[in-house]
């Protein structure tokens, strides 16, 4: 069965920092891995989808890589900012139904100024 | 602009009430999505249609129903045989194309509680 943790569940760093986010899955025959981003009250956010053919992807300041061999996949932020605060969530898709995610509980993130 | 509407907001249901919670995407996605998510658990799936007039069980359907009668529309209804309904609930849709699986996304939640 297929379990997503992601470690550690809340981090609190300076504004400025470049920091990276963990994401680890138990099943490593995996059609692709999101990360998502959620503001307190509010919807999730795509932030990247990297598919299993890809090693990482990169958006603005984001980058996110995928090690399906070691189960790992990293969020890396570059120069935080305290817009970056919010939980980060990745998810990954049950075996090859890729309509049914599993969430990882995420990792709370504050950056202040 | 495009996008995912939930509706209402917030949400109170009696006790032995059934409640509906409204989801509409003009995204012109193919695939509609029910979550919960409580507090430490992360998100759960409850129900998902990949197409109209079809739908199927997520890992924690019981107590509740669903229909897909408009590609835009999806609602959510919580029936009084869900004993633990209060959570923060979340819609998704996204859209089928070649060339790998594409992102979901997102409407901002309905909050339900009992009253």
């Known amino acids: 069965k297929q379990e997503v943790t992601q470690i550690p569940a809340a981090l609190s760093v300076p504004e400025g920092e470049n920091l990276v986010l963990n994401c680890s899955f138990t099943?490593?025959?995996?059609?692709?891995l999101q990360w998502f981003r959620q503001d307190p009250g509010k919807g999730l956010t795509s932030l990247l989808l990297?598919?299993?053919?890809?090693r990482e992807q990169t958006s603005g300041r984001l980058n996110a890589s995928l090690d399906k061999s070691s189960g790992r996949s990293t969020l890396y932020i570059a120069a935080s900012q305290p817009g970056d605060s919010a939980t980060y969530l990745c998810?990954?898709?049950?075996?090859?139904?890729?309509?049914?995610?599993?969430f990882g509980t995420g990792t709370r993130l504050q950056v202040f100024p | 602009d495009g996008g995912i509407t939930q509706s209402p907001k917030y949400l109170f249901r009696k006790e032995g009430q059934n409640v509906t919670l409204s989801c509409e995407q003009n995204?012109?996605?193919?695939?509609m999505y029910w979550y919960r998510q409580d507090p430490g658990q992360g998100l759960r799936l409850i129900y998902y249609?990949?197409?109209?007039?079809?739908?199927q069980k997520g890992d924690i359907a019981e107590g509740y129903s669903v229909s897909r009668e408009k590609k835009e529309s999806f609602p959510l209804t919580v029936t009084s045989a869900q004993k633990n309904p209060t959570a923060f609930y979340l819609c998704?849709?996204?859209?089928?194309?070649?060339?790998?699986?594409?992102?979901?996304?997102f409407g901002d939640g309905t909050r339900l509680s009992i009253l």
């Open positions: 998704a849709s996204r859209i089928y194309r070649g060339g790998g699986a594409q992102p979901q996304h």
């Open positions: 995204l012109n996605h193919d695939a």
């Open positions: 249609s990949q197409i109209v007039n079809d739908f």
């Open positions: 099943d490593s025959a995996i059609y692709n």
């Open positions: 990297i598919q299993s053919s890809q």
């Open positions: 998810a990954v898709p049950i075996s090859d139904n890729t309509d049914k995610l599993i």
